[in-house]
C-alpha cells in the first residue's frame, strides 16, 4: 500500500481542515477524505497520532 499524499500534505491537510473548523473525527474523515485517511496511516500508526503530530 502507498500513500497518496507525502507527510507534509497529510498534516498540512490536517492542519487546513481543523483551521476551518471542521470535525477531525475518524468515521467523518474517513468518508470525507478517504486519501487522506488512507495516506495518514500510512506515515502514522492511527488516526489521532496524525491529528497530534499535526499540532506540533
Do not use: C, T
Not at 17 to 35: D, F, Y
Request: no cysteine.
Amino acid at each position: 500500500m502507498d500513500a497518496s499524499m507525502s507527510i507534509d500534505e497529510v498534516l498540512a491537510q490536517i492542519r487546513q481542515l481543523k483551521s476551518n473548523g471542521q470535525s477531525l473525527g475518524k468515521k467523518k474523515i474517513k468518508k470525507s477524505h478517504p486519501e487522506l485517511m488512507k495516506s495518514a496511516l500510512y506515515y502514522f500508526p492511527s488516526w489521532e497520532h496524525a491529528v497530534d503530530n499535526s499540532e506540533s
